[in-house]
């Protein structure tokens, strides 16, 4: 009998890796690379991802630290008006950034609870105010008065029914009493100044005879000089701040 001759197999070719991504610069830098398919910044985005990761911290430290700004960032991509919500910040932000962030989130959650007040002698301490009747709200922290109803300063010897008289009786005092509760005034040139949005980053409008200084909202850090927010970041802002660090 004739012996059967096997015929060798060749072994298969191991499969070809996958192509590797395609590659497009950042449209903010134009340096850092990111991939064609990489996740948008946010989910609210109805676009590709056009912003790398080191645009996107930068972004958002400079709205954080910089300007108090906390509930109004968005996707950098040009005409992209889309809300980057908490979980977003967490993502690009750095651990500082973030801790600030969340600190400031924080304070501003606080601040819509019905019967909180920050104490108005500007030691950085507020409170539930356990009777919202009694309109005498004294700091855990300083033990200085706060009136509860006019967010302003204990009016000594005066009920609060008398301090709502005295703006009745002369509108210079009733201004006086509105910025008191509702704005501050300038480090400089002491003109009154109205806080109109969220962010803590106030400037004093010469055109509506102001000096032009930009200052802080909660301690009346300046921005600008050699000791200026903007020269040694957030050392610059008094230790009972918010944005102290």
């Known amino acids: 009998m004739g012996q ?10 191991p499969p070809l890796p996958p192509p590797p991504p395609k ?5 903010i830098c ?30 958002i430290s400079e709205e954080v630290t910089g300007k108090g700004n906390v509930a109004d960032m968005e996707c950098l991509e040009d005409g992209c008006k889309a809300k980057l ?18 600190t400031i989130t ?20 507020g409170q539930i105010h356990s009777n919202p009747t009694y309109n005498i709200m004294r700091c855990h922290g300083c033990k200085k008065k706060t009136c509860f109803k006019h967010k302003c300063v204990w009016h000594e010897g005066r009920t609060c029914g008398q301090y709502d008289e005295d703006a009745k009786a002369s509108d210079e005092v009733a201004l006086l009493q509105y910025l008191e ?27 509506v005879g102001g000096c032009g200084a930009e200052f802080c ?15 040694v970041g957030n050392k610059a802002h008094k230790s009972t701040c918010t944005y102290h660090a």
């Open 181 to 207: 509760s509702n704005g501050v005034r300038c480090p400089k040139c002491k003109h009154g100044i109205e806080k109109s949005s969220g962010c803590d980053h106030m400037t004093c409008k010469k055109n």
């Open 23 to 27: 590659l497009v610069n950042c449209s």
């Open 4 to 13: 059967t001759q096997k015929t060798q197999e060749r072994p298969s070719a």
């Open 217 to 231: 909202y909660r301690c009346g850090a300046d921005y600008n000089g050699d000791k200026g927010i903007r020269k």
């Open 106 to 125: 924080t304070r501003r959650c606080l601040e819509s609870m019905d019967g909180f007040a920050w104490c108005a002698h500007g030691c950085g301490c």
């Open 30 to 59: 134009n340096v850092n690379d990111i991939t064609e398919n990489e996740e948008a910044v946010t989910g609210n985005c109805k676009h590709k991802r056009t912003v790398c990761d080191s645009c996107m911290a930068r972004y």
């Open 85 to 102: 919500d908490f979980n977003d910040v967490k993502r690009f932000a750095t651990k500082d950034v973030f801790e600030r962030f969340d």
